[in-house]
């Protein structure tokens, strides 16, 4: 009932800036929170950055002071802002939707708890 949509993937320099954006369509006002995952060749499904309905947010260690993340309720987008990229930042990123309920200022960072997905988009960090 969900269906997400990346965009904005490419191949950029280390040290460059990448947006990614997420659009939502279908029955949105079910989801409860949003996150960003990534996962490398051979590596895990990681959280890299999350925002709640009430607007909670949530960022992986490795991606602290460099990536933001935010929403646009009019578009219905969830944007991932990354700056100071490296090449260990180099990943299918996924969108995905979490439609349960959580404590206010809780987001969930295990790939189980989502229950919609994107179809990813490729960055590649290298120079």
């Known amino acids: 009932q969900v269906q997400l949509v990346e965009s904005g993937g490419g191949l950029v320099q280390p040290g460059g800036s990448l947006r990614l954006s997420c659009a939502a369509s279908?029955?949105?006002?079910?989801?409860?929170?949003m996150g960003w995952f990534r996962q490398a060749p051979g590596k895990e499904r990681d959280l890299v950055a999350g925002?709640?309905?009430?607007?909670?947010?949530y960022y992986g260690d490795s991606v602290k002071g460099r990536f933001t993340i935010s929403r646009d309720n009019a578009k219905n987008t969830v944007d991932l802002q990354m700056s100071s990229l490296k090449p260990e930042d180099t990943a299918v990123y996924y969108c995905a939707a979490d439609l349960t309920w959580r404590p206010r200022g809780s987001i969930a960072t295990y790939v189980r708890a989502y229950d919609y997905w994107g179809q990813g988009t490729q960055v590649t960090v290298s120079s």
């Open positions: 925002i709640t309905r009430d607007g909670d947010l």
């Open positions: 279908g029955s949105i006002f079910s989801i409860n929170a």
